[in-house]
């Protein structure tokens, strides 16, 4: 027999206190939470959708969520960046390239804020509505064609550290550094699939265009002419779906996606990403079958990970320490030994969530 939890607001002396009842072979169970506390934790689960925000060059141009789910649409501005180009997973011999690139687009998904996935595009004018057409990244390690469900622009990135004690905009921080080419692309990995072979066969190998798939001539490229030429949109591959809803893969035949429907769309943002659509857009589009239950289930959550006393709450000084931290820690990179090197790291990958 299932226990029913009873919620009521009661006051203890000075303060209010947020208290559940259950009652279980006719015995009361009591909890009291401090309620800023479940305030605080409930509000976690909100919904939020910011819209396009002004935007002048790099930096977030929409936070979208609900319940346990966030999703983040960051652009970085036409320049030259240093990529990091391995031959082989986690290569300590890592290449860095400078290569120019158009504005790049990363869509970053977090679950119970963790890093879900993360989908990465070109566009080569600045995000001032939502209808901007996307194309496909040059890089590789990076889902163009179609990989295993997962959509389009999809990075192909461990899950590899826990963030969920983070506040916001470390988690953040941390997303837009893996993405942003620090960690190494494997050229290896997901070569069926990624930029540079794509872009190899699209241009039918013509050494006209090699600079869009090698990057020792297109390294060549930028420091000849710069980035202004990353800016012409007819060098760039469209993204073609089949529609709003079926993203996985490139469709010759399909329609330009665009970056409303990038996000608004249904995606799988890893292998076992089942969470479809994103609550925030079944709410919005007014497909939340299974809402009552969602609902329940993370306002239970959030009564159990309250505090029964509350001590305040400060985003700044903690962000402090987790920076402090990071100053103190020391990374080191095994070596792959040869037959560890060109083993593909999706199954380990697919088993760690």
Sequence with gaps: MNARADYTFVQENDSIVFRSKVKSFNLDHVTDKDLASFYFNFSKYSIMDTGLLPLDGTGLLAIRKAGD??????????????????VYEKDIDAKKYYLAQPYRIVIIDFLNDNLLGARTFYS??????????LY????????????????????CLYHNEDWSSLPFNERLM????????TEAYN???????DGPRFYSTYYKNNLNYEYLWNPLLWEKKTCQA???????????????????????????????????MAIFGNYQ??????YIPKPINAIERNEFSSGVKLITNWFTRAFVTAKT??????????SLKVRQQNTQDVYTIEPESESDEDEDHDQEEEDQF
């Design 187 to 193: 050229d290896s990995n997901m070569s069926e699939t």
């Design 269 to 274: 943002a890893y292998y076992s990403d089942k």
């Design 309 to 318: 006393t509350y001590t305040g709450l400060d985003i700044f000084s903690d």
């Design 136 to 155: 496909h990244v040059n890089l590789p390690n990076i889902n163009c064609r179609g990989y295993r469900g997962n959509a389009v622009g999809w990075i």
């Design 174 to 181: 941390k997303a837009i550094d893996r993405c942003s080419g």
């Design 124 to 133: 080569t004018v600045p995000v001032t509505h939502p209808d901007i057409p």
């Design 69 to 86: 789910h966030t999703q983040v649409v960051y652009q970085h501005k036409p320049g030259i960046y240093y990529v990091n180009w391995g």
């Design 226 to 260: 710069g980035y202004d030429w990353t800016l012409d949109q007819n060098i760039w591959i469209p993204v073609l779906v089949d529609s709003v809803d079926s993203q996985s893969c490139h469709n010759s035949n399909g329609e330009q996606l665009t970056l409303k």
